[in-house]
């Protein structure tokens, strides 16, 4: 974030410092655009093993998706049910000092606009995952638990490949996509390419 987080009642209406969203950040007039302003899943459990464990890691990611279930079940008996249409879902998450898992807000058909190159890759993946997942034309293998970057962790119960011996759940957020399509082999707009920027790799 470019905006440092500060407790300070005199900066309470500074929305940078307690906002931290691209949407908001890139018009603050110190954004540094060559820096970026988003991590992958993969980076946050890695620094958060880094500084922190891997059984706290484990805990965290284990803890943001069970907040994204109870959210899905909590509105499940008034979610349209239809099976000619679906819709993606875009969850913002806040950690605290103390790493509890906090949801801000759940968004409807969230953004899919990309600020940098690496920004674009990850959503292409995440649209190429979602209409593999839809499988319109019947191609796909019979299902798996794991498609892309997609990890089903509900089938009428928890999935019991995810339960570990002392009921608690884990989860594989923040681990590698092995099918993901590489950067490389992504063409992207000139304006992206254009971009100068730190961020190789948000997936």
Excluded at 31 to 46: D, T
Excluded at 164 to 175: A, E, V
Aim: charge should be negative; proline fraction near 5%.
């Amino acid at each position: 974030i470019n905006a440092e987080y500060m407790g300070d009642l005199k900066n309470i209406n500074d929305t940078f410092v307690h906002l931290t969203n691209v949407a908001v950040q890139k018009t603050n007039p110190n954004y540094n655009r060559q820096q970026g302003c988003k991590w992958s899943m993969r980076k946050l459990k890695l620094y958060i093993q880094s500084k922190y464990g891997e059984d706290v890691a484990e805990r965290v990611t284990a803890d943001i998706q069970d907040v994204v279930l109870k959210a899905l079940l909590s509105v499940a008996k008034v979610m349209i049910n239809d099976k000619h249409c679906f819709e993606l879902y875009g969850y913002d998450i806040l950690l605290d000092s103390e790493l509890k898992v906090w949801v801000i807000e759940v968004n409807a058909s969230p953004s899919l606009s990309a600020e940098t190159a690496a920004d674009y890759d990850l959503k292409y993946n995440l649209l190429m995952d979602t209409l593999n997942l839809i499988d319109m034309e019947n191609r796909r293998p019979p299902p798996d638990d794991r498609l892309g970057g997609f990890d089903l962790i509900w089938r009428d119960g928890p999935i019991a490949a995810l339960q570990n011996p002392d009921g608690s759940t884990r989860s594989l957020l923040g681990t590698r996509n092995d099918q993901a399509i590489p950067p490389h082999k992504i063409t992207k707009p000139a304006a992206l390419l254009a971009k100068n920027t730190n961020e190789k790799e948000l997936m």
